[in-house]
C-alpha cells in the first residue's frame, strides 16, 4: 500500500462531493444541527454506514448538498479536495463537480463554480496549476519541479474541472452547464460529464447538451451502464464519448464496441463493490479490459462516500488482479494519453511518471 503511495497518479473521475473530508463533514453537519435545519444525530448514522446501496449512496449526496450549499463552503470542500489528492501523490484531477443552483443562497451555477476556482486559488500547502494557458505554447509547463514522491518538498498538482449534467436537470439546465464550462474554458475547465441517479431522468433530455458540448470541442465522459439499460448504453456509444465512467452493465455486443473504438474506461473499484454492482470484486471487468490491453484508469469515484484513495485503488488492483509493480506505474502512466489536457501537460506527465519510475523500480 505504501509503495502504491509513491506512484505519481492520475484521477480522472471524482466527483468533488464526494470527495468531502469525514471531518469536514461531521463539522458541517454539527453546525446545521446545532441550528435545527438537520438532526445530527441521525446523520452521523447516515455518514457511518458501510456498505450502502446505490439509493442510500444518493440519498447520502442529497445530505452533501444540504451540508454544502453556501459559496463559502463550497471553496472549502474543493480547496481540502485538492489537498488530499495531492497528499496521495496524484499529480494530475479532472476534479467533476455540478454546478448548482441555490436561490436561498444568491448561488448561480456560474457562482458555484467561481466559488470551487476561489477554493482552488487559496491553496498554499500545495502547488496547484489549473490555468488552461500553461500550454504546449507556453514554456512554464516544461518548469513544472518533478514531485519529490516521498513527500518532503511541497508536492505539485495539475487541477482540471469537469462540469457535470445532474440527470434530475432539464435540457435548459444542462444546456447552460454547457455553455458555462464554454465560458470557463481559461479557467481549468476542459470537458463535461453526465452523472447522477442512473435510474431517474432519460437520454434524450441531456442528448442535446451533451451533442452542442461535442459541437464546441468540449470532451465528454459519460456515466455509462451503472444499471441494466441497453438501449441507452447504445445511445451513450452512439455519441462516441472521450471516455466512459463504471460500465458495469454492458453486454458482448457493447463491450465490442467500446473495444474496437478504445474508448478509454474510468474503473471504480471499490466504488462498483460497494453500491453492489458485482458479486465480488474478482470478477470485475477491470480483468478482462486488462487483459485486452484495453485503455483504462483506476479512479475513486467519491474517495470521501466510500473511504477510499486513489493509492488504495491501485493497491486493491494489484492485490486482486497479479500486477507487478512495473504493471502499476504503466497504468498510472497509460491514463496521461487520455487526459483532457493539452500536449504541453501531458508530456510534463509523461516526465514526471518517467523519473519516477527510474527512482522506484
Ligand atoms: P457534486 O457533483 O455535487 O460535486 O458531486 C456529487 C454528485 O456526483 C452526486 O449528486 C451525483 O450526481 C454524482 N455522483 C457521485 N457518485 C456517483 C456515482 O457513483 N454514480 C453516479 N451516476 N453519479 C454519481
Given at each position: 500500500k505504501e509503495w502504491c503511495h509513491l506512484i505519481p497518479k492520475i484521477e480522472l473521475?471524482?466527483?468533488?462531493?464526494?470527495?468531502?473530508?469525514?471531518?469536514?463533514?461531521?463539522?458541517?453537519?454539527?453546525?446545521?444541527?446545532?441550528?435545527?435545519?438537520i438532526v445530527f444525530a441521525a446523520v452521523e448514522d447516515v455518514i457511518m454506514k458501510s456498505g450502502r446501496s446505490l439509493p442510500e449512496c444518493f440519498q447520502l449526496f442529497d445530505l452533501f448538498h444540504i451540508l454544502a450549499t453556501d459559496?463559502?463552503?463550497?471553496?472549502?470542500?474543493?480547496?481540502?479536495?485538492?489537498?488530499?489528492?495531492?497528499a496521495e501523490n496524484v499529480v494530475y484531477i479532472e476534479l467533476r463537480t455540478?454546478?448548482?443552483?441555490?436561490?436561498?443562497?444568491g448561488m448561480t451555477k456560474r457562482s458555484y463554480m467561481e466559488a470551487v476556482i476561489k477554493g482552488l486559488r487559496a491553496i498554499e500547502t500545495v502547488s496547484v496549476y489549473f490555468l488552461?494557458?500553461?500550454?504546449?505554447?507556453?514554456?512554464?509547463?516544461?518548469?513544472?519541479p518533478t514531485n519529490d514522491i516521498h513527500g518532503a518538498k511541497k508536492k505539485n498538482i495539475y487541477v482540471r474541472?469537469?462540469?457535470?449534467?445532474?440527470?434530475?436537470?432539464?435540457?435548459?439546465?444542462?444546456?447552460?452547464?454547457?455553455?458555462?464550462?464554454?465560458?470557463?474554458?481559461?479557467?481549468?475547465?476542459?470537458?463535461?460529464?453526465?452523472?447522477?441517479?442512473p435510474v431517474v431522468g432519460e437520454w434524450n433530455t441531456f442528448l442535446p447538451a451533451l451533442t452542442y458540448a461535442k459541437e464546441q470541442g468540449l470532451p465528454i465522459t459519460l456515466h455509462c451502464g451503472e444499471v441494466p439499460n441497453r438501449k441507452e448504453v447504445q445511445s451513450m456509444l452512439d455519441i462516441c464519448p472521450q471516455r466512459i465512467g463504471h460500465a458495469?452493465?454492458?453486454?458482448?455486443?457493447?463491450?465490442?464496441?467500446?473495444?474496437?473504438?478504445?474508448?478509454?474506461?474510468?474503473?471504480?473499484?471499490?466504488?462498483?463493490?460497494?453500491?453492489?454492482?458485482?458479486?465480488?470484486?474478482?470478477?470485475?471487468?477491470?480483468?478482462?479490459?486488462?487483459?485486452?490491453?484495453?485503455?483504462?484508469?483506476?479512479?475513486?469515484?467519491?474517495?470521501?462516500?466510500?473511504?477510499?484513495?486513489?493509492?488504495?485503488e491501485y493497491y486493491l488492483a494489484a492485490s486482486t488482479f497479479g500486477l507487478s509493480k512495473g504493471e502499476l506505474i504503466d497504468l498510472a502512466q497509460n491514463a496521461i494519453e487520455f487526459v483532457f489536457a493539452s500536449d504541453g501537460v501531458k508530456k510534463a506527465l509523461t516526465d514526471i511518471i518517467q523519473a519516477a519510475k527510474r527512482e522506484l523500480q
Open positions: 473521475h471524482a466527483h468533488l462531493n464526494g470527495s468531502i473530508r469525514d471531518s469536514t463533514l461531521f463539522e458541517l453537519a454539527k453546525v446545521l444541527g446545532e441550528k435545527g435545519v459559496h463559502e463552503t463550497v471553496a472549502r470542500i474543493a480547496k481540502e479536495a485538492i489537498e488530499d489528492f495531492a455540478t454546478p448548482k443552483n441555490n436561490e436561498s443562497k488552461n494557458t500553461d500550454d504546449s505554447t507556453d514554456n512554464s509547463i516544461e518548469a513544472i474541472l469537469l462540469l457535470s449534467i445532474d440527470r434530475r436537470e432539464t435540457t435548459a439546465a444542462a444546456m447552460e452547464t454547457v455553455d458555462l464550462a464554454l465560458e470557463l474554458k481559461d479557467l481549468g475547465v476542459v470537458g463535461i460529464d453526465l452523472s447522477g441517479n458495469c452493465f454492458l453486454e458482448n455486443e457493447e463491450w465490442e464496441r467500446v473495444k474496437s473504438s478504445k474508448i478509454p474506461v474510468e474503473i471504480c473499484l471499490t466504488s462498483n463493490l460497494r453500491t453492489q454492482r458485482l458479486e465480488s470484486i474478482d470478477r470485475h471487468h477491470f480483468a478482462d479490459l486488462y487483459k485486452a490491453k484495453h485503455p483504462m484508469v483506476l479512479c475513486t469515484d467519491d474517495p470521501g462516500l466510500f473511504s477510499t484513495s486513489v493509492s488504495n
